[in-house]
């Protein structure tokens, strides 16, 4: 693949899972000396208490390639929460990385010219949940990461699905609050 990557997006849900396990990365990918180089370099250097930002690894010293910049959706006020987030997830996380190369998805030439920046969510109920099942935890999210990238680099949905589509998909909590069950 020869055609630059300036700005890819893509996201993902996983549910179903056992309780507080569900994922749904949003990502942004693009070569390095771009934009997404640009607000990566930026996103790293702005951290603020509650919303840090960090590297998915695989292990304490083991950054994945492309860099991939992990971003909370949500203030975290809870040291089990940033444990698990930092931890379970983070990890999940950057082998999703890894499966999008080893499929394709990513091209492995472009491993060193892109950066991905992924907004990931975690279940606030996961500080409560004594019995948390973390290799569900990682295999949803890993799941999710690699699924977020897939539609990233494929453009999906294409805008003629949307398109054809559009009146047939209703927003599950759009329809919650029209059956006033939220």
């Known amino acids: 693949m020869s055609d630059r990557i300036i700005l890819r997006t893509g996201e993902s ?20 000396d771009g934009p997404v180089g640009t607000a990566l370099a930026t996103l790293t250097g702005d951290q603020s ?11 304490t010293d083991i950054q994945v390639r492309p860099v991939t910049l992990c971003v909370s959706k949500v203030t975290v006020k ?39 920046i992924c907004s990931v969510w975690l279940n606030p109920g996961v500080i409560d949940d004594d019995n948390l ?22 453009n999906e949905p294409s805008i003629d699905w949307l398109l054809e589509n559009q009146d047939k998909i209703t ?9 006033r069950k939220i």
């Open 171 to 179: 927003h599950k909590y759009y329809q919650m609050g029209l059956d």
């Open 13 to 32: 849900l996983v549910a179903g899972g056992p309780p507080f396990t569900a994922a749904e990365p949003e990502v942004v990918i693009g070569e390095l």
């Open 133 to 154: 099942d973390h290799k569900a935890l990682f295999d949803i999210h890993r799941k999710a990461m690699t699924q977020a990238i897939h539609k990233a680099m494929n």
């Open 49 to 59: 208490m509650g919303h840090s930002k960090v590297f998915a690894i695989l292990n």
């Open 78 to 116: 809870n040291s089990r929460y940033t444990n698990i987030l930092m931890g379970t997830v983070q990890a999940a996380i950057a082998n999703g990385v890894l499966d999008a190369v080893r499929a394709g998805d990513i091209p492995k030439e472009k491993a060193n010219d892109l950066g991905i």
